[in-house]
C-alpha cells in the first residue's frame, strides 16, 4: 500500500459521534483510525488475536467539519518503516473529496508480553514496504 495505492475504510458518523456544535467530536477521529488501522492490519496479516505493536504517537490535523450525514472515506499507507517501528499516514475524506482530517501515527512492533521492542524483519518488513 502506499499514497497510490491506499488501504481504504468506510465509516459512518453516528449520532453519538456528534458534540454540541453537531459535527464529529475531535476525539471521535482517534475511533476511526483505530478502526482503520485494525481493517488494514487484518489485511495485511490475516486472522490474529491481538496487535503485535503498541500506538507511541498520533498527531491529527483537522480539516473540515464532518456530521453523522457524511460517508467518510478512511484511507491509510505505510509512510515509513524504521528498525523497530512504522507509520501511517491517513486522510479522512468526506463525499467529493472534502477532507476533514489528516493524520500520522507511529506503531513500535513489540514482544508477545509487549515488554519489549522487536525488529521488523523477513516477511513482515516485505508488506509493509510494499517490496
Do not use: Q
Not at 110 to 122: C, D, K, R, S
Amino acid at each position: 500500500m502506499s499514497r497510490e495505492n491506499p488501504f481504504r475504510l468506510a465509516v459512518k458518523p453516528i449520532w453519538r459521534d456528534m458534540d454540541a456544535l453537531r459535527h464529529v467530536n475531535n476525539a471521535v477521529y482517534l475511533t476511526y483510525l483505530e478502526n482503520s488501522r485494525e481493517a488494514w492490519w487484518k489485511s495485511v496479516v490475516g486472522e490474529y488475536d491481538m496487535f503485535p505493536f503498541t500506538l507511541a504517537r498520533i498527531e491529527i490535523d483537522y480539516r473540515s467539519a464532518a456530521t453523522w450525514r457524511d460517508d467518510l472515506t478512511v484511507s491509510l499507507w505505510v509512510s515509513r518503516v524504521g528498525t523497530t517501528s512504522f507509520d501511517l499516514t491517513y486522510e479522512i475524506d468526506a463525499p467529493e473529496g472534502r477532507r476533514c482530517a489528516d493524520a500520522k501515527s507511529v506503531l513500535v512492533m513489540m514482544n508477545p508480553g509487549h515488554t519489549a521492542t522487536v525488529a521488523i524483519e523477513g516477511e513482515l518488513r516485505k508488506r509493509l514496504t510494499g517490496a
